[in-house]
């Protein structure tokens, strides 16, 4: 069993940043692929980032490239998000997962263990 809990969400206004974190308990952390997702009301839970276990792959979706950087540390056991020149359009409740893997997925039913979520609002 791998726990996951984020910190870091708030309300921010458009063009600002927040840096999301994600700190993993019970496993392994380095053996593990991680991702950031997120959820809109009435929208499908979406990739934003996901980064390989060592940290040297990265992806990021077309809506936050150069935006959004996603970084860990395997020594804390901690993955981060960096948001900058948010948008209201980043409004929703982000959430990481991880998965026991060497492949960088960004389909979100292939993670196996998810955290509670941290809501980001972007006011306008």
């Known amino acids: 069993q791998v726990q996951l809990v984020e910190s870091g969400g708030g309300l921010v206004q458009a063009g600002g940043s927040l840096r999301l974190s994600c700190a993993a308990s019970?496993?392994?952390?380095?053996?593990?692929?991680m991702g950031w997702f997120r959820q809109a009301p009435g929208q499908e839970r979406e990739s934003v980032a996901t980064?390989?276990?060592?940290?040297?792959?990265?992806y990021y979706a077309d809506s936050v490239k150069g935006r959004f950087t996603i970084s860990r540390d395997n020594a804390k056991n901690t993955v981060y998000l960096q948001m900058n020149s948010l948008k209201p359009e980043d409004t929703a409740v982000y959430y990481c997962?991880?998965?026991?893997?060497?492949?960088?997925?960004?389909?979100?039913?292939?993670?196996?263990?998810w955290g509670q979520g941290t809501q980001v609002t972007v006011s306008s």
């Open positions: 019970g496993r392994t952390f380095s053996n593990y692929v």
């Open positions: 980064i390989s276990r060592s940290g040297l792959s990265t």
């Open positions: 997962a991880a998965k026991e893997t060497i492949v960088v997925l960004t389909t979100p039913t292939l993670y196996d263990y």
